[in-house]
């Protein structure tokens, strides 16, 4: 089959597309040349001292949030798909709640009450009279509670693909299971759950790149992974070889973690035939019933009820003035930033997934897979991947200038708010990409060649007739990434430019400084913004559900 030949304006588009895959490539061959180039020395250093317990934190901290949120989220899909007992509506839409608050503000809510000094130690001392040393207690800051916080956030991921799964499932399979002599319990093992098995796979896929990924909570635990590393090595040692290096042992961790996902399920196949009957919800009756409510009534109390309570709480009896010129600017700063990187990552976005469309063949894939692999990596990485080769261009040019013209040019690029943003973009094009492909998967393409025999040329397309159509999917594109883009940290903390503070940033500083009172405040703002895409998921589980 013959080529064909692009028009000016496909070429035009493809230009653009392939030059925004490159950009969010990057940071990743940055950081490999980075870590590759320097001295074996830094790499004997660090696996002589830090390597072996960061390797060891993090997987431990995989492991546990794996299994956590598989348990949680599976296990809560199951009940308010294939059960029936009192609240099973309100569960269904408030298990998605816990996705609204970052982690380490869950970190800052539950160690004001749970730490020593916490109202639930004190009321402990009191009832019973004990001592300081007279009891033990769980201690919040460590590993374990650290996976804890985590897995209470990150369950929502697999509990909503496993329950799209699940509503998907024919009910004949189950039933079929069920005249053989299975139990429901063995019937769900045996048949539901290997056929949502693909889905959930990607729900705990999910939950473990944000594990990898997080800095503020392990941050204030104390706990040491990759990502503490970076942040250790990039600031507190003015180690950038150090910082490169561990940023790769993280990436190559986080593509790891996706290519055995992947391999993994490569061979599976499950297909259950079209949907011709629904599943009837079994009737919970005695106990097994209040054990229903019961088990998703936690995850409900631990991911958003009782840390909602704590904030609120400790805020209002902080001195923090939220109305005040200095927090003005904190939330001036966050909204900025979170604009102009929805923005942005919403049109690169439609720019990318528009060039596969009107010319579908390798490139275009490849520049959408790469595109995609900035969700893969840990914001801290991106942010080192970033400054490296950014800041050689600016080190090359100040000298350029300066033996030229006599003129030092300073960091032009590096400390601009711009990188920042590019770091945004990168970070989160795969979310708006999801969505983009879920609404324009509804547009046949009819309408495309209609649009082109009436004239309309690659951009008339886009312009007039996609994106008319895809107004609510882009808008729910731009408001995830807006909502991600305000609970960012890492890449905020390494990036961000001199004395432009985030609430965010303005958070883990006084929690840092064991000031949870005053880091109460902007989390819950942080927190109220991040329920906008959550009440997004809920109106639209009310309608399929």
């Given at each position: 089959m013959a080529r064909r030949h692009l028009d000016l304006r496909e070429r035009a588009l493809a230009a653009g597309a392939v030059a925004l895959g490159l950009f969010c490539l990057m940071p990743h061959v940055a950081v490999l040349l980075a870590a590759v180039s320097a001295e074996s020395d830094t790499l004997r250093h660090l696996m002589d001292t830090v390597l072996g317990r960061y390797v060891g934190t993090t997987l431990v901290l995989v492991v546990l949030v794996s299994i956590g949120t598989f348990l949680i989220g599976t296990?809560?899909?199951?009940?308010?798909?294939?059960?029936?007992?009192?609240?099973?509506?309100?569960?269904?839409?408030?298990?998605?709640?816990?996705?609204?608050?970052?982690?380490?503000?869950?970190?800052?809510?539950?160690?004001?009450?749970?730490?020593?000094?916490?109202?639930?130690?004190?009321?402990?001392?009191?009832?019973?009279?004990?001592?300081?040393?007279?009891?033990?207690?769980?201690?919040?800051?460590?590993?374990?509670?650290?996976?804890?916080?985590?897995?209470?956030?990150?369950?929502?991921?697999?509990?909503?693909?496993?329950?799209?799964?699940?509503?998907?499932?024919?009910?004949?399979?189950?039933?079929?299971?069920?005249?053989?002599?299975?139990?429901?319990?063995?019937?769900?093992?045996?048949?539901?759950?290997?056929?949502?098995?693909?889905?959930?796979?990607?729900?705990?896929?999910?939950?473990?790149?944000?594990?990898?990924?997080?800095?503020?909570?392990?941050?204030?635990?104390?706990?040491?992974?990759?990502?503490?590393?970076i942040y250790t090595s990039w600031f507190s040692l003015a180690d950038r070889t150090g910082a490169a290096q561990l940023a790769l042992g993280l990436l190559s961790f986080a593509l790891l973690l996706a290519l055995l996902e992947r391999f993994s399920r490569g061979r599976a196949r499950y297909h259950a035939g079209h949907r011709v009957e629904g599943m009837a919800r079994m009737p919970l009756s005695g106990g097994a019933r209040w054990g229903a409510v019961l088990l998703c009534a936690l995850p409900v109390l631990a991911g958003a009820v009782i840390p909602a309570i704590a904030l609120a709480s400790m805020a209002i009896g902080s001195e923090q003035d939220l109305l005040g010129r200095r927090y003005m600017g904190f939330i001036r700063n966050s909204l900025i930033l979170a604009t102009v990187a929805a923005l942005l990552t919403v049109t690169a976005a439609m720019l990318l997934g528009s060039f596969q469309r009107a010319v579908p063949g390798r490139l275009s894939l490849s520049t959408l897979y790469v595109a995609r692999l900035g969700y893969a990596v840990p914001g801290g990485v991106i942010a080192v991947g970033l400054l490296v080769p950014f800041a050689a261009f600016d080190n090359a040019l100040d000298a350029f200038m300066e033996a030229r013209f006599g003129i030092s040019t300073g960091l032009l690029l590096t400390g601009s708010i711009w990188v920042l943003v590019g770091a945004y973009v990168i970070r989160f094009m795969a979310a708006a990409i999801g969505a983009y492909e879920g609404g324009i998967s509804a547009v046949s393409p009819n309408i495309d060649a209609a649009s082109r025999a009436l004239g309309q040329g690659v951009w008339g397309t886009v312009m007039r007739v996609h994106i008319p159509l895809l107004r609510p999917s882009l808008l729910t594109a731009g408001l995830i990434v807006f909502v991600d883009v305000m609970k960012e940290l890492p890449a905020t903390l390494i990036m961000r430019p001199f004395n432009f503070d985030t609430l965010a940033v303005q958070a883990h500083r006084l929690a840092s400084d064991e000031r949870l009172d005053g880091a109460a405040v902007p989390s819950l703002v942080i927190v109220g913004l991040g329920l906008l895409p959550v009440i997004l998921l809920i109106r639209r589980i009310r309608r399929v559900g």
């Open positions: 296990g809560a899909a199951w009940l308010v798909v294939m059960t029936e007992f009192p609240g099973r509506k309100v569960f269904e839409v408030a298990l998605v709640l816990p996705l609204a608050f970052p982690a380490y503000v869950m970190a800052y809510a539950y160690t004001h009450v749970l730490d020593h000094p916490g109202i639930v130690q004190t009321t402990l001392r009191q009832v019973t009279g004990w001592g300081p040393r007279d009891y033990w207690f769980p201690e919040i800051r460590s590993v374990g509670g650290a996976a804890a916080m985590l897995v209470i956030v990150l369950f929502p991921y697999v509990y909503l693909l496993a329950r799209a799964a699940f509503v998907s499932q024919s009910a004949t399979t189950f039933f079929a299971a069920r005249a053989l002599g299975r139990t429901p319990l063995r019937a769900f093992l045996s048949v539901s759950l290997p056929m949502a098995r693909p889905a959930i796979a990607s729900g705990v896929l999910l939950a473990t790149m944000e594990t990898i990924a997080d800095y503020g909570t392990v941050s204030y635990f104390g706990v040491q992974t990759f990502a503490t590393g």
